[in-house]
């Protein structure tokens, strides 16, 4: 059940993202052609949107999972629970490329892998950061933004500027082991907690 509620959390962050992106281009007169994400070069609707996703996820991510962190028992599972979001968001972002006549062309399976890369990623990213600090804070979480910002923003040059393949499944795999070792490094930090001051100290 609390596995739905968070995939279902990535979800719902994920239509707001683009009902936000979707006003403010139709409030500005920006184009609105979904195909920008295979443009030919970094321009700013490409970044104002990747900005836009990585400033939703540190809002709605902190919002919902402050509930777990004032329950130190729940501590352990903030990183879980922003990884399933991320899951979520992957999915709902997924489907829609999947289902644009705009981008459907374009698509294929290694942009299945890097969407479900970038976004997990990020939000392994914040939930590791919200796990980790004792008294977490929005103004605290908002200061990693460069990290996720940036993070997705090399996603998007590797496909824009088309990379070797080689940049691209190290980039995934790396990725992967990054979220590994988040998961080591909580999973140690909780065991160490749950030992005695003295066999901590052997």
């Known amino acids: 059940m609390i596995k739905t509620k968070f995939f279902m959390l990535g979800i719902i962050t994920a239509f707001g993202v683009l009902f936000l992106e979707l ?35 540190i809002i709605i991510l902190f919002q919902i999972l402050k509930k777990i962190i004032s329950n130190r028992s729940e501590r352990k599972h903030i990183f879980l629970s922003a990884l399933i979001a991320g899951l979520g968001f ?11 006549s705009q981008i459907n062309s374009y698509f294929s399976w290694s942009d299945v892998f890097g969407l479900l890369t970038v976004h997990t990623t990020t939000f392994a990213i914040l939930g590791y ?6 008294d977490p804070s929005l103004p605290k979480l908002a200061l990693f933004f460069p990290v996720v910002f940036s993070f997705h923003l090399f996603y998007n040059s590797l496909i824009i500027y088309q990379w070797s393949s080689i940049f691209y499944f190290l980039f995934i795999i790396l990725s992967f082991l990054l979220i590994l070792a988040f998961f080591w490094d909580l999973r140690r930090h909780l065991k160490e907690q749950s030992l005695p001051k003295s066999e901590i100290g052997l």
């Open 23 to 57: 006003l403010v281009f139709t409030v500005f007169n920006l184009k609105t052609d979904l195909s920008y994400t295979y443009a030919i070069s970094l321009n700013l609707i490409i970044i104002f949107s990747v900005f836009l996703e990585e400033s939703v996820k």
């Open 90 to 100: 992957s999915a709902t972002e997924i489907f829609f490329n999947f289902f644009n």
């Open 129 to 134: 950061i919200l796990a980790k600090k004792t």
